[in-house]
């Protein structure tokens, strides 16, 4: 046997956030600094060796390398069996899929999800568990103190393993099958939705756009829309994956999948544009002069779920992140649903999903899924959208503007402050949480304050506490403000603020959402003092 003990020091930076460890790829290039995290998961996860491993990326810049490097650190650590993707790629929803199939003890995702990449930009690893989702916090805490002891790590002496065909391979005793990342995702969602219907759009004219922004998606949206679905060629642009994703950001909100808008707006003909992110677990969702938000996109699925073939059984119950925004709570009160409020973090649905207390879950930050996976799911959420286009038989714009009225709606606004100072952004929040007693009860203008506190979640299946989740403001008219700082920024701090007002009667419903939620907003700067204690008078971003 070649093994190797590497003598390595702790570096210490190893703190997953969000979703995984995400940092620069200069960082990541450091001596040791993969190898460390990589075995310090192996360490924590001891119930890997014997076992199987899934193992992809989303193509990104040092995505090859650190493949060959986890590969000889898997044989090393006793793994029997890694199913890798061809040229080391698989999407986030892919790789959860491949673990539940095959019985994997775990897998290894390399993707900084929407975070742009190149030799400058930021890389991520991390772990999903036997279940087909993201390590819990306990499992990634454990990981992290692992990483602040490590000394040493272990690894084969071997040639790279050829990635480029499917095939098998040998490393030490450990089996390493390359194998096609698109096939079974693509048949896994043949089996849920009605490709028969959905292709006899595109065959009566339907025209569409999806944007994979070079980045994992290509691939799979080629094979899925273009060669099983028939729609015509040219429907995915950006299709090929690039490791600096052409220079882009890979993330599906307004600003930058600003191509895929212009198409929309200068193309009367597209009745859908959507998009994915870096490792095609995001969605957006457009259709002509309407942009569907991912909340609104949860409620609506919710409320037609009955149309797609793998939920005409019914649900077990829904779930939304905190920031999200109400409009599913709203479906589900009316539908006689369990509805349930998390952390921001998809890890936090996969209890609620395993023991089968809901079937659809989602997030504000472009993400939603359903229990055939546990992570979420860019292109199960356009094909839902088809789905439900060809059985409806309606436009997108008349899809919302229909569930509005019936509903009522949710005005809906995230302003992001990205890469300010961590220290500024650390004293708005610790002067918000020492403000919280004292703002209960205030009046802002037509506002009255009912609640407000620091979102505490304790999870119904095994009552593990999460604290400090996000602070909010709860009005008495069901008004929302929530401030919260990013779990995936790379730079700085990125201050997320939530801004939400509900509006029942369609005749009152305004075009406009800023102007919906001006009065709001100001609150929400007057409260948080943002632009006294950033320096910044307005967002970055605004979605
Ligand atoms: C990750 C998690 C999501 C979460 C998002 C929050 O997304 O997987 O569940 O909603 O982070 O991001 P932030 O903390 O920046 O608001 P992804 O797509 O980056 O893996």
């Not at 008495?476 to 995936?488: E, F, H, K, M, N």
Request: proline share 4%; charged share 20%; glycine share 10%.
């Amino acid at each position: 046997m070649s093994i190797q003990i590497v003598n390595s020091q702790p570096y210490p930076d190893q703190q997953p956030g969000t979703s995984g460890l995400r940092k620069k790829v200069t960082r990541f290039q450091q001596s040791h600094y993969l190898q460390n995290f990589v075995q310090s998961i192996f360490n924590v996860a001891t119930e890997l060796a014997g076992q199987t491993l899934v193992l992809g990326g989303d193509g990104r810049f040092f995505n090859p390398q650190a493949i060959q490097v986890i590969l000889k650190m898997a044989a090393a650590n006793g793994i029997a069996r890694v199913l890798v993707g061809q040229l080391g790629l698989l999407s986030t929803p892919a790789a959860s899929a491949l673990i539940r199939k095959n019985n994997a003890a775990g897998g290894i995702i390399l993707s900084a999800s929407h975070n742009p990449g190149g030799p400058d930009g930021d890389f991520g690893i991390k772990f999903n568990t036997a279940n087909g989702g993201p390590a819990p916090t306990s499992f990634t805490d454990a990981v992290f103190q692992a990483s602040t002891r490590i000394h040493q790590y272990r690894i084969i002496e071997s040639d790279d393993i050829d990635l480029s065909a499917i095939s098998s391979h040998d490393m030490e005793g450990m089996q390493i099958e390359v194998i096609d990342p698109v096939q079974d995702y693509a048949e896994m969602m043949a089996q849920i939705f009605d490709f028969d219907k959905i292709s006899s759009i595109f065959k009566n004219g339907f025209r569409m756009r999806f944007d994979a922004m070079h980045a994992i998606t290509g691939p799979y949206a080629i094979e899925i829309l273009q060669n099983r679905l028939g729609a015509e060629n040219g429907t995915v642009i950006n299709g090929i994956p690039l490791e600096d994703f052409g220079g882009c950001h890979p993330d599906p909100n307004l600003v930058h999948a600003r191509e895929l808008v212009e198409l929309l707006q200068t193309d009367p003909t597209l009745g859908l544009g959507a998009a994915s992110d870096g490792d095609g677990d995001r969605n957006l969702i457009l259709g002509q002069a309407v942009f569907v938000t991912p909340s609104d996109s949860l409620a609506i699925m919710t409320a037609n779920a009955g149309l797609i073939p793998g939920y005409q059984s019914g649900l077990k119950g829904v779930a939304r992140s905190m920031p999200t925004s109400a409009a599913v709570d709203t479906v589900a009160g009316q539908l006689g649903l369990a509805c349930y409020e998390t952390p921001t973090g998809w890890k936090f649905f996969g209890n609620l999903l395993d023991a089968g207390k809901i079937t659809f879950c989602g997030e504000e930050s472009f993400g939603s899924g359903s229990d055939h996976i546990r992570e979420k799911d860019g292109l199960w959420a356009v094909l839902f959208w088809l789905n439900l286009i060809a059985e409806k038989q309606q436009s997108v714009a008349d899809i919302v503007t229909r569930h509005w009225a019936r509903f009522g709606r949710h005005y809906y606004s995230r302003h992001d402050y990205e890469a300010i100072a961590s220290d500024k952004a650390n004293q708005l929040m610790d002067q918000l949480r020492a403000a919280l007693a004292t703002l209960k009860g205030q009046h802002f203008g037509d506002y009255r304050l009912n609640q407000c506190d620091d979102f505490c979640y304790t999870d119904p299946v095994d009552g593990s506490v999460t604290e400090q989740q996000g602070i909010r403001l709860l009005f008495a008219d069901g008004s929302r403000i929530v401030y919260r700082l990013s779990g995936t920024g790379t730079v700085g701090s990125t201050l997320r603020v939530y801004i939400e007002k509900y509006q029942s009667d369609p005749a009152l419903h305004s075009q406009d959402t800023q102007l919906a939620l001006a009065e709001l907003i100001d609150i929400a700067d007057q409260v948080g003092h943002i632009s006294v204690i950033t320096g910044r008078s307005a967002p970055d971003v605004i979605t």
